[in-house]
């Protein structure tokens, strides 16, 4: 696995969660050449982006989550980011870090599960 994902959890609407992705096997040189994004999928929905991030730090959002999320990324720790604020029962889903090549080759992490009770 290329991508390892981590901090998935519990949380009470209205609470908090950062989700964390490290692109271990992936060399720096190449790591910094992918997007870097996150997707989720809830029982029974497609799978959706979320957010993404160039390796310049330009940013692109869903609009359910826009002004509620933040996609950041640490290139020397070949690392990506998703702080969760003002969480909704609707977020709840799988969440899934993504890197797309400049050729839109992709690669998965394994799922982290998020579930916000109301």
């Known amino acids: 696995v290329q991508l390892q994902a981590s901090g998935g959890g519990l949380v009470q609407a209205g609470g908090s969660l950062r989700l964390s992705c490290k692109a271990s096997?992936?060399?720096?040189?190449?790591?910094?050449?992918?997007?870097m994004g996150w997707y989720r999928q809830a029982p029974g929905r497609e799978r959706e982006l979320v957010a993404s991030?160039?390796?310049?730090?330009?940013?692109n959002y869903a609009d359910s989550v826009k002004g509620r999320f933040i996609i950041s990324r640490d290139n020397s720790k070949k690392m990506v980011y998703l702080q969760m604020t003002s969480l909704k029962p609707e977020d709840t889903a799988f969440y899934y870090c993504?890197?797309?090549?400049?050729?839109?080759?992709?690669?998965w992490g394994q799922g982290t599960e998020v579930t916000v009770s109301s």
């Open positions: 993504n890197g797309r090549s400049i050729n839109y080759d992709d690669v």
């Open positions: 096997r992936m060399i720096f040189s190449t790591y910094v050449t992918y997007v």
């Open positions: 991030i160039t390796s310049s730090g330009r940013t």
